[in-house]
């Protein structure tokens, strides 16, 4: 009878059956919806390089880019000569554990996870997919004039180029010569894109999606308008004293350094002056497009004028990082100057960095940066956006797994809402385009969308930053909304269903034609109207949420130093925790709408107004940082996220299932394991 108790005792402990150790489930749609008509997929049959089987085909539907047109393609029959890269976007592993990771890690201080942030390289070893890389190199392998340009470092994406004749073989498909043209800078680039496309039988089960063959880089709009020369004060009136002091601003309708620190309470814990400098181990990042070009003088002639601590830009990758450029052509550098200057005035003595990613903003340019990167940026400030609407759906899924990686790791993105109401850049005199159209990555859940306020720097209440404002009139007008395609977190979903039931039924109720169940944004807002800056070597104002934007990146990179200084890992993925504890350190915003554009070229139907808690004009109000810093260096709080607030796409196919995590995953541990331990007592008695 022993020997049967024994062998059962080695069946048991060599299949064990073990519980997760976190909560552990499985996203998918929180409902079910087809998908936009701009994408479609059917099961069509081509054949591969090896026999005719099916094939899944995707493709796209252009009639909504009327800013794009075709070339002649006359000159261009000989497909075989015209060179083209495609990057391949491999599959990963245990990307359905990321959600988990990320909600232990930002969940409550008493978590055994709470703040243990992964290192870079580490998270990619853990998602890496060695198999993918093999599988798809073997299949290059098999075809004639195809080279491998560029491999991402840690394996997740592949660039590939050849004849254009050879991916029309390869992909099943008909590649077309098309010209972009910029509705805003009115750049213009020359490209090949296909309207659908299948990938071999050989490489599904390794291949998420092809960029560069179906999707158009996604033209990004800079949220920045300055005010005619003869309505900038004469330069004279700066800062007289140190940082702290209230500027001359507050009484003559400007905003400086100086009067955000006094106007948000950003001042120096116990006036200790070290503790406001900043750290130089702490880094920060400002996104860079549309040939947006950083001055080094100008930054110097900022902080002298405004009696800040005087550094220079530590970094700068892909270049326009040139003082001359600005003396010469200052309307290439009122974006990124703004940003810079307000970004390290924050945060003095923070490394900061010019990061320029390309002339058009591609955010696919974004996604393989990122994934290159040996040592990501701790802040990543973003002053840009595009439609949501003309973004392909696999560069927002892609995006939003960069972004969630980068919040495993403690990076915290901060993005501005938009500077043309509910409707976008595209309305401006054209009320054909007034509608509610979301901008990304504003809508994206893994990062803080920052929205613009104005008032206080003229002497009124603070209120939306708008173009047809009561008091003022700004250029530009706050951006909010719902995304048509992330669902509502359950983080932020008591405050948006607290704001649509206060306002249904009355005056300020919203114009149908909104996704209510969509991520909302903005999170928070800050001044964004009449900044002073320097650029060309001469004082400019200017306004913006790409001045709220930078702003708020700063005050995350000061609330880190002071975390690393008491021993606290970097905040990360703040989002969730800004709507927990909100009460604590907001200043509600309650006046203005966002029914304009900037300019008040065009005033819409469709629009939101603000109202007594978060609305989607300013979010949860602006912040009073002294009591923002006190909150986030507690160690008495926690934050509670579900495993079901973590977004997942409309365009998703099951239902999310979840299981229990904890102690009870330890009891039923100790119970699956009780037979094994029954058998050692009957062996031993």
Not at 169 to 197: D, N, W
Not at 373 to 395: G, K, L, N
Not at 451 to 468: D, L
Not at 492 to 521: C, D, E
Request: with cysteine.
């Amino acid at each position: 009878m022993k020997l049967v108790y024994i062998f059962c005792l080695v069946i048991c402990l060599i299949h064990p059956t073990k519980p997760s150790s976190s909560a552990t489930f499985t996203t998918s749609s929180l409902r079910t919806q087809s998908l936009p008509p701009t994408e479609k997929q059917t099961i069509t049959t081509a054949s591969s390089r090896t026999s005719p089987r099916q094939r899944i085909t995707i493709s796209r539907n252009w009639d909504h880019l009327e800013h794009w047109k075709y070339l002649p393609t006359t000159s261009h029959n000989n497909k075989s000569s015209i060179p083209h890269e495609v990057i391949f976007v491999l599959k990963q592993k245990n990307l359905e554990t990321l959600d988990d990771i990320l909600h232990d890690i930002t969940s409550n201080h008493i978590h055994p996870n709470y703040g243990k942030h992964w290192d870079w390289s580490e998270l990619h070893a853990y998602t890496r997919n060695e198999e993918a890389e093999i599988a798809l190199k073997a299949y290059l392998k098999t075809l004639t004039g195809l080279q491998i340009t560029k491999e991402s470092i840690f394996g997740d994406f592949i660039t590939v180029k050849g004849a254009l004749s050879l991916w029309e073989e390869v992909f099943a498909t008909k590649f077309h010569h098309i010209e972009i043209e910029h509705p805003q800078s009115q750049k213009r680039r020359s490209l090949y894109r296909a309207k659908a496309y299948s990938l071999p039988i050989e490489l599904q089960d390794h291949i998420t999606t092809v960029f560069n063959v179906i999707q158009f880089p996604t033209p990004v709009f800079s949220h920045i308008q300055y005010h005619e020369k003869s309505q900038v004060p004469e330069e004279t009136k700066t800062e007289a004293t140190g940082s702290n002091s209230i500027p001359i601003a507050a009484t003559t309708g400007y905003v400086t350094p100086g009067f955000l620190k006094s106007l948000y309470n950003i001042s120096i814990p116990n006036n200790n002056h070290m503790m406001f400098e900043g750290n130089p181990y702490i880094n920060q990042s400002i996104y860079g497009a549309l040939n947006e070009t950083v001055s080094p003088s100008d930054l110097t002639a900022f902080q002298h004028a405004f009696h800040l601590p005087i550094q220079g830009i530590q970094g700068k990758v892909n270049g326009h990082v040139n003082s001359a450029i600005c003396n010469t052509h200052p309307n290439q550098c009122y974006e990124a100057n703004l940003d810079i200057q307000y970004l390290t005035s924050m945060a003095p003595n923070t490394s900061s960095t010019y990061y320029y990613y390309d002339p058009i903003g591609d955010w696919i340019h974004w996604i393989t940066s990122v994934a290159n990167m040996r040592y990501p940026y701790q802040v990543m400030s973003i002053s840009y956006s595009s439609y949501e609407s003309y973004m392909d759906t696999d560069v927002l899924d892609v995006f939003n797994l960069q972004a969630k990686k980068l919040g495993i790791i403690g990076t915290t993105i901060v993005v501005s809402s938009g500077d043309d109401g509910v409707a976008g850049w595209l309305a401006r005199n054209n009320n054909q385009n007034c509608q509610y159209s979301p901008q990304f990555p504003a809508s994206s859940p893994y990062v803080t969308t920052v929205g613009g306020t104005m008032g206080p720097e003229s002497g009124y209440a603070e209120v939306v930053c708008q173009a047809n404002g009561l008091n003022i009139q700004a250029l530009i007008t706050s951006g909010g909304g719902f995304s048509n395609y992330f669902a509502l977190p359950t983080w932020q979903s008591s405050n948006v269903i607290g704001y649509l039931n206060l306002v249904k039924g009355s005056q300020y109720a919203p114009m149908a034609g909104y996704t209510a169940t969509g991520r909302a944004y903005p999170d928070i807002a800050l001044l964004a109207h009449s900044y002073k800056i320097y650029v060309g070597g001469r004082l400019a104002i200017v306004d913006g949420t790409s001045a709220s934007t930078p702003v708020f990146a700063g005050m995350i990179s000061f609330l880190n130093t002071e975390r690393r200084r008491k021993g606290m890992p970097l905040v990360g993925w703040l989002t969730p925790s800004l709507y927990q504890y909100a009460p604590s350190f907001v200043k509600d915003i309650t006046i203005g709408n966002n029914k304009c554009t900037a300019l008040e070229t065009m005033c819409c139907h469709e629009g939101f107004y603000a109202a007594p808690g978060w609305d989607p004009v300013t979010g949860l109000g602006s912040i009073d940082f002294q009591a923002f810093l006190h909150t986030y260096l507690s160690m008495d709080f926690t934050v509670t996220i579900s495993p079901s607030s973590v977004p997942t796409a409309f365009y998703s196919n099951a239902a999310a299932t979840v299981s229990i995590s904890g102690m009870n995953n330890n009891l039923s541990f100790i119970w699956l394991m009780s037979p094994c331990l029954l058998m050692v007592l009957l062996l031993i008695f």
